[in-house]
């Protein structure tokens, strides 16, 4: 397992493309657009579970048709990935963050939120924690998705090939900003995405074919704890937080993409219930009023802080239906 908090870039990366568009300045790397080209960089090492964090500052002013990407991946054609993707705008406009996720070589799975902060004036810490139960992805610690393994309902999850972590700039102005209509203004270069306090807690392969250290049923590692691979109380009022307040698109309601709700979604639910924002999340619900937590339901337990509104119907030890009184 390697721990090493706040490292130096040299440690654990390294420059993957257009190294003179890489610098080192000190305790921070800048990676620079420019009408040329962009940049990226890599870990040195494969990993297999544990958690990754960049504190990243973007691209200020208008960056609009820029992608700043932070991102684990595997290789090859059936590949797995977790990313973050910082869709720039222009100048006054939200940045808009792009998450998603790939399972042997299938993505389509993204979700977009404006985060509530300028992510332009300081630097922030974005990290993905990856274990066998779920791959979490936060904003300064604040969970902003969560993609659980859900293998015993028949879907795939990522868990048998080691990932790299990158991070990347470019120019993606046929899509990134307001879908292509804004494209990339020149005059304005170079795009400079900022990183530092480089952080990697996870299990090192020996090789990308060797996982045995990793993922073995005698190995315990500090993310397969239930308090780490699952959400807290306070953590899940965080993501639905979130979600009720930033999340401007989610896959899972895009009838025009996927007619048939991918299967997945049908695991993960959000609607709404009259006036009342319901989340239902594994075998917990949550119903959010305007002062936003009233009620928690849980398989074995009912606390009730404001309202009654809901009545549930318990099958067994899951959440059948939700209708109002």
């Not at 544990?50 to 691209?59: E, F, N, P």
């Not at 932070?70 to 939200?94: A, K, Q």
Request: proline content about 3%; aromatic content about 14%; some cysteine.
């Amino acid at each position: 397992m390697v721990a090493a908090p706040g490292a130096r870039f040299e440690d654990l990366y390294r420059s993957s493309w257009a190294m003179d568009h890489c610098v080192n300045d000190g305790e921070v790397t800048k990676l620079k657009l420019d009408n040329s080209s962009g940049a990226g960089f890599e870990s040195r090492s494969k990993y297999l579970f544990g958690k990754v964090s960049i504190q990243i500052k973007l691209v200020e002013g208008d960056s609009a048709g820029t992608v700043t990407a932070f991102y684990m991946s595997s290789e090859g054609s059936n590949h797995n990935e977790f990313d973050f993707e910082f869709l720039g705008n222009t100048t006054g406009e939200p940045y808009i963050v792009q998450t998603n996720v790939y399972v042997n070589g299938v993505g389509n799975r993204e979700q977009r939120l404006n985060l509530w902060f300028d992510p332009t004036t300081e630097f922030h810490t974005y990290s993905i924690l990856w274990s066998k139960r779920s791959v979490v992805f936060m904003v300064d610690e604040t969970p902003i998705r969560v993609h659980k393994n859900l293998e015993d309902k028949g879907i795939p999850f990522a868990k048998d090939q080691a990932m790299g972590v990158y991070s990347s700039i470019w120019n993606a102005d046929d899509w990134a900003t307001q879908g292509g209509l804004v494209k990339t203004d020149w005059s304005h270069a170079p795009f400079i995405a900022s990183y530092k306090d480089f952080k990697i807690d996870a299990c090192e392969v020996p090789t990308t074919t060797d996982l045995s250290k990793c993922n073995g049923e005698d190995q315990r590692f500090w993310w397969d704890e239930p308090t780490v691979s699952e959400l807290s109380l306070h953590q899940n009022h965080q993501l639905i937080w979130v979600r009720a307040n930033h999340m401007i698109y989610d896959y899972c309601y895009d009838a025009a993409r996927f007619p048939v709700t991918p299967l997945e979604c049908q695991h993960h639910r959000h609607f709404y219930c009259g006036q009342e924002y319901m989340w239902l999340f594994d075998d917990s619900v949550y119903a959010l009023n305007e002062l936003r937590v009233s009620c928690l339901f849980s398989k074995n337990l009912i606390e009730r802080t404001f309202c009654s509104l809901i009545d549930l119907e318990v099958f067994g030890d899951k959440l059948q239906r939700l209708k109002r009184l």
